[in-house]
């Protein structure tokens, strides 16, 4: 059995969900003379629409020096963004959150926030007092196994209570956010947690086992943080695909969904469980809480307490491993993580990447070797394997192979029919001696394919010998201005060349991409070279901007405009973006 439950994350976003964020902890430099100049041949659209103060501003806590707010905007989204004030600080938001770090955990932060439109008038201000330490409750950690991982530096990371699998490359990094922030630097990662989920009896809100994970992701368009609980032996796999293992739990976060997936084998109920089914999008920076809370007879989903997705099954187990896995999902930041049902410790095992470096078809496939410090100290070793062959029909017969030693592989299938359907294999030596050169195979009485290995390292006390894994210091994001999109339409309507004279609008949005971008100083645009608009925005947090050219004396053929969005601060780079259109002959 496989099913699926999708709950789509609503909520309001300014154009394409975009952070602007201002930081006046350093001032830059004064800007030279930006005057407002527009070519005879060009007119502005005003934007009508007043600006009004934002509404509903409320602050909370995810740990005892920081706040997050959020807000609702009164006047619709075709505004520029918004205008944060406290402690002194300003930052500018697109978006109607923003997470406020490194507080006294002690003292009272009154905050504001005003709409700020494109071309950089601010709203009267809604204002809200907090004191971090009063806002924060600490109760979300009750019931959790002890202690909590929080991801603060390469020892976070320790062999024994985690294995890494990577994409390759240096795939961690920390940032200087509040403390330090651990930070995905690749496209495919996974992290296995050696802390299994063991289920108990029912806490006051049904749970018999949980996961929680606090992260501002995925924060990528297209990525994915997969959170999975993974029952034995599926939680010695390489990096977690589908069709996921049998009695398997994956919970999808994408920025506009969270999906549940499921391996065969679990028991559907009748289970009801009220979700309220929306939430505003994830904001880079802005850490939201999620968990993955297991119930006798559901799995639900909730991000800060509130329930957005459930699922009426009943998992076929009793222990499980949890998984933390990203996908596209680079920028992403993880900062704690916590298992919670029946007490359990850790069961260190790490983790050996085996062959074969490319997909081949033989009766016996070499996996590599193993170097003899990786063997020292283990009481013990786990080859794991998915492999396939052409043709379907009944479970291949596997032997594992470890240097002169060999064993029969337990086999489950692994999902998909027909030719090259899956299937997991492994087997385990106790005791591996650690005097020379481990060689690893696989053998069958006909031909197949390993489509990934690893071998699973029973460390015990030899855990605390074994590397941390590489975790990169990456330096604070320095923000750009956002991006800018052009589009020029004639009057007559879209689509294909122009005819001659009449106006044509040029409409530039001052998108920007998901993160943190600097206040914008102004806005130029160029028509075949020439400069035609220089526009002041008084350091907005960009927005939409529409001109009407008059083409009357503009020549048939083919021009191009091009927009240059210039930063406050002149050390940022600035941004350009180019449209060409055709005027057809007479």
Same mark, same amino acid.
């Given at each position: 059995m496989r099913r699926k439950v999708l709950v789509w994350l609503g909520g309001l976003v300014?154009?394409? #969900?975009?952070?602007? $964020?201002?930081?006046?902890?350093?001032?830059?430099?004064?800007?030279?003379?930006?005057?407002r100049f527009l070519d005879e041949r060009v007119e502005q659209v005003a934007d009508t629409q007043p600006l009004r103060r934002p509404a509903d501003l409320t602050l909370t806590a995810l740990d005892a020096t920081s706040l997050r707010a959020t807000w609702t905007p009164t006047d619709g989204l075709t505004h520029g963004g918004f205008e944060v004030r406290w402690a002194g600080r300003t930052? =500018?938001?697109? #978006?109607?959150?923003?997470?406020?770090?490194?507080?006294?955990?002690? %003292?009272?932060?009154?905050?504001?926030?005003?709409?700020?439109g494109p071309l950089g008038d601010r709203s009267e201000p809604v204002v809200a007092q907090a004191v971090p330490r009063l806002a924060h409750d600490p109760a979300w950690?009750? %019931?959790?196994?002890?202690?909590?991982?929080?991801?603060?530096?390469?020892?976070?990371?320790?062999?024994?209570?985690?294995?890494?699998?990577?994409?390759? #490359?240096?795939?961690?990094?920390?940032?200087?956010?509040?403390?330090?922030? =651990?930070?995905?630097?690749?496209?495919?990662?996974?992290?296995?947690?050696?802390?299994?989920?063991?289920?108990?009896?029912?806490?006051?809100?049904?749970?018999?086992?949980?996961?929680?994970?606090?992260?501002?992701?995925?924060?990528?368009?297209?990525?994915?943080?997969?959170?999975?609980?993974?029952?034995?032996?599926?939680?010695?796999?390489?990096?977690?695909?589908?069709?996921?293992?049998?009695?398997? $739990?994956?919970?999808?976060?994408?920025?506009?969904?969270?999906?549940?997936?499921? %391996?065969?084998?679990? /028991?559907?109920?009748?289970?009801v469980v009220p979700v309220i089914g929306t939430a505003p999008p994830p904001t880079p920076g802005v850490r939201h809480r999620w968990e993955l809370r297991v119930l006798p007879d559901a799995v639900v989903a909730l991000r800060d307490g509130e329930a957005l997705a459930t699922a009426p099954v009943a998992v076929p187990w009793t222990t499980?491993?949890?998984?933390?896995?990203?996908?596209?999902?680079?920028?992403?930041?993880?900062? /704690?993580?916590?298992?919670?049902?029946?007490?359990?410790s850790p069961?260190?095992?790490?983790? $050996?990447?085996?062959?074969?470096?490319? =997909?081949?078809?033989?009766?016996?496939?070499?996996?590599?070797? $193993?170097?003899?410090?990786?063997?020292?100290?283990?009481?013990?070793?786990?080859?794991?394997?998915?492999?396939?062959?052409?043709?379907?029909?009944?479970?291949?017969?596997?032997?594992?192979?470890? %240097?002169?030693?060999?064993?029969?592989?337990?086999?489950?299938?692994?999902? #998909?029919?027909?030719?090259?359907?899956?299937?997991?294999?492994?087997?385990?030596f106790p005791q591996p001696l650690p005097d020379r050169e481990v060689e690893v195979r696989l053998r069958a009485p006909e031909a197949f394919f390993v489509l990934d290995a690893h071998l699973l390292v029973s460390d015990g006390q030899a855990t605390?010998?074994?590397?941390?894994?590489?975790?990169?210091?990456?330096?604070?994001? /320095?923000?750009?201005?956002?991006?800018?999109?052009?589009?020029v339409v004639h009057e007559s309507g879209p689509g294909g060349a122009f005819p001659r004279g009449g106006k044509a609008r040029v409409v530039v949005e001052l998108d920007g991409t998901p993160g943190e971008v600097a206040a914008v100083k102004g806005v130029e645009v160029d028509l075949d070279g020439e400069g035609v608009v220089v526009l002041p925005v008084n350091g907005s947090a960009g927005g939409r901007l529409e001109f009407l050219v008059?083409?009357?004396?503009?020549?048939?053929g083919s021009h191009r405009v091009a927009v240059r969005v210039l930063p406050v601060d002149e050390r940022g780079r600035t941004r350009s973006?180019?449209?060409?259109?055709?005027?057809?002959?007479?």
């Open positions: 300014l154009v394409a #969900g975009a952070v602007v $964020v201002l930081r006046n902890e350093s001032a830059p430099p004064p800007a030279r003379e930006f005057a930052r =500018l938001v697109r #978006g109607t959150e923003t997470e406020l770090t490194d507080l006294d955990p002690d %003292g009272e932060v009154t905050v504001e926030v005003r709409a700020v950690a009750d %019931g959790l196994v002890q202690p909590i991982d929080r991801f603060d530096g390469p020892e976070a990371l320790s062999p024994r209570r985690w294995r890494v699998v990577d994409g390759g #490359g240096e795939c961690l990094g920390l940032r200087p956010l509040n403390g330090r922030r =651990l930070e995905v630097a690749c496209d495919l990662l996974d992290l296995q947690s050696n802390v299994p989920m063991r289920l108990g009896v029912p806490a006051a809100d049904g749970a018999v086992g949980r996961v929680v994970v606090t992260t501002d992701g995925p924060t990528a368009a297209d990525g994915r943080v997969l959170l999975a609980l993974l029952p034995e032996p599926f939680h010695g796999l390489g990096h977690l695909t589908k069709p996921y293992p049998p009695g398997s $739990v994956v919970l999808t976060l994408a920025r506009h969904g969270a999906t549940f997936d499921f %391996g065969d084998g679990l /028991t559907p109920t009748t289970k499980a491993h949890p998984r933390l896995g990203f996908r596209d999902a680079r920028g992403t930041r993880v900062d /704690t993580f916590g298992v919670g049902g029946a007490p359990e069961v260190p095992v790490s983790l $050996v990447r085996l062959g074969p470096t490319r =997909l081949v078809e033989d009766v016996l496939v070499p996996l590599g070797t $193993v170097a003899p410090n990786r063997l020292e100290g283990a009481s013990g070793v786990r080859v794991v394997a998915r492999v396939a062959r052409q043709r379907g029909g009944e479970a291949l017969p596997v032997t594992v192979e470890f %240097g002169d030693r060999s064993a029969p592989a337990v086999t489950v299938p692994f999902g #998909g029919t027909g030719p090259m359907a899956a299937q997991f294999v492994h087997a385990d605390a010998r074994r590397p941390l894994p590489r975790v990169a210091d990456r330096g604070p994001v /320095t923000p750009e201005v956002p991006e800018a999109v052009v589009a008059d083409l009357d004396r503009v020549s048939t973006a180019e449209y060409s259109f055709e005027i057809r002959p007479l």
